[in-house]
Nanobody, 116 residues
Framework: QVQLVESGGGLVQVGGSLRLSCSAS????????MGWYRQAPGKKREFVAT???????HYADSVKGRFTISRGNPSETVNLQMDTLKPEDTAVYYC??????????WGQGNQGTVSS
């Protein structure tokens, strides 16, 4: 079983930056991806970015060029650097650890708020 603990987030003005981090523990066997989703009030949870342990990344179109996902050392950590933030980036951000076919674990969620 995998446990994920997130840190970071907070309140920032439009155009500012926030950083999220997520540390995994437990049995990571079969985990191929670590990444981030977000859920804004009244909306469904949506994909933000993901990374393999080898550093292969994929981003949602809405964050490309503004957000950067990275794996830490050891590779059981994942970070999300969010720059040039917009009000529509306001959401609860969730870390996830996934196998080839499904999410195995979610983090507790951290609020990121962008004020205009």
């Amino acid at each position: 079983q995998v446990q994920l603990v997130e840190s970071g987030g907070g309140l920032v003005q439009v155009g500012g930056s926030l950083r999220l981090s997520c540390s995994a523990s437990g049995n990571m066997f079969g985990i191929m991806f670590m990444g981030w989703y977000r859920q804004a009030p009244g909306k469904k949870r949506e994909f933000v970015a993901t990374s393999t342990s080898a550093g292969v990344t994929h981003y949602a179109d809405s964050v490309k060029g503004r957000f950067t996902i990275s794996r830490g050392n050891p590779s059981e950590t994942v970070n999300l650097q969010m720059d040039t933030l917009k009000p529509e980036d306001t959401a609860v951000y969730y870390c996830d650890a996934a196998t080839a076919s499904e999410t195995a674990a979610w983090g507790q969620g951290n609020q990121g708020t962008v004020s205009s």
